[in-house]
């Protein structure tokens, strides 16, 4: 068999050194090294007897080089080839997974690959495999993943209420003062969350079995981020009037004092009309429904659970309360920059 001895540039020497290094592939490892030594003025028969490969190897590997430079020692990949098919017929699928099954009339709420196929010989009169169907979608783009829930649901007063809110937070007077509130629970059932975890292993989080809860009621101004919160055993309206009573303290210098609040039905209860009857100063903004990224004081409640309450492995409520009230110390003004980092204090 007939072979031309490689005289490698200092460049291709380099990047084969490089591959013998660095590459996890043993055949391209070989094919490599094979071609160093050749290069070093040995001859096919000495290195095929160092290598442990057949001669003939040695040669079909210098003819790849001499034709294709490095590139030609690199391995073919493994496995099946990938699925080639006409660009129609990717057009097709990739419009047909836009629109659900039933648009077509079928029964299915989601498209199988054998429906897909079934769908594309009644279209294009082309006939295809539902494992090509299987092996064509994560090429143009699609994977199995999980549907995205939303509620079909729209307040008829959505752009009057956003419109409102826009208006509130871009007043700048200093006698007006307007907050992001809302409540939240504090379970001693903890939530589970991920976290850094040895491969394999999963972290056990214990649990009271018997659930104990704790309510906070929070007010987030929106410009200078103070949190102003109260907390209680149950989310009934005292825990909302409560809150109202301690911005009315600590703003009780203020003209006007405006709450963009959720539509709870403690936020419209007779002792809230009550409370607000006797103080004017209160303004209410109801959000549109279904619409909680509009409140801020919800980041506020995230960070909380992140930093206190997910995988929590405290024994008592007691345990887990002064945690949270250490969080919300810490959290001041919102988003605080060292709450994620601070110390358990006794």
Do not use: C
């Not at 825990?239 to 709450?259: E, N, P």
């Amino acid at each position: 068999m007939s072979t031309t001895i490689p005289d490698l540039r200092r460049a291709e020497r380099r990047r084969l050194q490089r591959l013998v290094r660095k590459s996890r592939d043993s055949a391209v490892i070989r094919r490599a090294l094979a071609l160093l030594q050749l290069d070093t003025g040995k001859r096919p028969t000495e290195v095929a007897r160092v290598l442990s490969a057949a001669r003939s190897s040695v040669y079909r590997w210098s003819n790849w080089f001499a034709e294709y430079g490095v590139d030609g020692l690199l391995s073919l990949p493994r496995g099946r080839q990938k699925t080639t098919v006409s660009d129609p017929v990717v057009q097709l699928v990739s419009g047909l997974l836009k629109k659900p099954p039933q648009a077509f009339n079928y029964l299915r709420t989601r498209w199988s690959s054998e429906l897909l196929a079934k769908e594309v010989h009644r279209q294009l009169g082309v006939r295809i495999h539902s494992s090509t169907i299987r092996r064509l979608l994560p090429d143009i783009g699609f994977g199995w993943r999980r549907a995205r829930p939303f509620l079909y649901k729209r307040d008829p007063h959505k752009a009057e209420r956003l419109k409102a809110i826009e208006n509130a937070l871009s007043q700048r007077d200093p006698r007006e003062a307007v907050f992001y509130a809302d409540e939240v629970d504090v379970d001693l059932n903890p939530k589970i969350g991920f976290a850094w975890m040895e491969r394999g292993k999963q972290t056990p989080v214990p649990t009271p079995g018997t659930n104990q809860k704790q309510y906070l009621a929070g007010a987030l101004h929106s410009r200078t981020g103070t949190v102003t919160w109260v907390e209680g055993p149950n989310k009934r309206s005292e825990l909302f009037v409560a809150l109202l009573k301690q911005l009315r303290r600590r703003y009780r210098g203020f003209k006007r004092l405006v709450l963009i609040i959720d539509n709870s039905v403690i936020h419209k209860s007779r002792e809230t009309r009550e409370f607000l009857t006797s103080n004017p100063k209160f303004v209410f903004l109801f959000q549109p429904a279904y619409h909680p990224w509009v409140n801020r004081i919800e980041r506020l409640w995230k960070a909380m659970h992140d930093t206190v309450t997910r995988n929590h492995q405290w024994r008592s409520m007691d345990q887990l309360m002064n945690a949270v009230r250490q969080f919300m110390s810490a959290v001041q003004p919102f988003p605080g920059a060292g709450h994620a980092l601070v110390e358990i204090s006794a």
